[in-house]
């Protein structure tokens, strides 16, 4: 069955490291989207593709990047670590830009 | 500036007990609303949208645009109605970026 995954579920770093989370997806969608859940703010969008080599910011991209290669995988950057990202980050996918979005499991990511 | 408002962060009601989950958005266009769920240990997943008028799970939620709200309703909560509620909104112009509001815990008690 096609589905959404992302790696890892759980994450633990430290202040300045760079982290990538992994989000890939088996349903050949051009669209993928990057979110960021916090209490008191759902989720909130950072970034989100709509095929490869097309990538866009979102409402909270400061300090993040992500990069298309592929139809199947859009990998989440955070260049340098900072206490604030700490935070749960989901993926999601849609065949088209304003279909229903199919969202991954959520890395649970902690910056010390 | 486009914004989802649930005022709620949580609600509590017992089993068969009607159910109004709020939300009220802003944005000068005609947006399209949603209503995502996320049940303990699940994925977040859509509920239902405004366009495709269905109910989903016995819950239903009407477009107002005169008082901008999408709220969602149920006549008579179930327990496994438990979970968390988000209200989005995506702009027009087929972009599908949502915006979420800050999410209601419903809470069934038996």
């Known amino acids: 069955d096609a589905e959404i995954t992302q790696s890892p579920r759980h994450k633990i770093t430290e202040t300045g490291r760079q982290v990538t989370l992994a989000c890939h997806q088996t349903?050949?969608?051009?669209?993928m989207f990057w979110y960021r859940q916090d209490l008191g703010h759902g989720l909130r969008l950072i970034h989100y593709?709509?095929?490869?080599?097309?990538?866009n910011k979102g409402e909270v991209s400061d300090g993040y990047s992500v990069s298309r290669s592929n139809t199947e995988d859009l990998p989440l950057t955070l260049e340098s670590a900072a206490s604030s990202q700490t935070s749960v980050y989901f993926c999601?996918?849609?065949?088209?830009?304003?279909?229903?979005?199919?969202f991954g499991p959520g890395t649970r990511l902690t910056v010390l | 500036a486009q914004r989802v408002t649930q005022p709620e962060k949580l609600l509590s009601v017992f089993k068969g007990a009607p159910v109004e989950l709020k939300c009220n958005y802003s944005y000068s266009g005609s947006p399209e609303l949603f209503w995502y769920v996320q049940y303990s240990r699940q994925r977040l997943q859509l509920l239902l949208r405004h366009i495709s008028r269905e109910s989903i799970k016995g819950f239903t939620a009407d477009l107002n645009k005169g008082e901008t709200s999408f709220h969602l309703k149920k006549p008579f909560a179930q327990e496994e109605d438990s979970a968390m509620y988000y209200c989005?909104?995506?702009?027009?112009?087929?972009?599908?970026?949502?915006?979420f509001g800050q999410g209601t815990t419903l809470q069934v008690k038996p």
């Open positions: 349903w050949n969608h051009n669209n």
């Open positions: 999601a996918s849609s065949e088209a830009p304003a279909d229903t979005q199919y």
């Open positions: 593709s709509y095929g490869v080599q097309d990538t």
């Open positions: 989005a909104l995506t702009p027009s112009g087929n972009t599908g970026k949502l915006i």
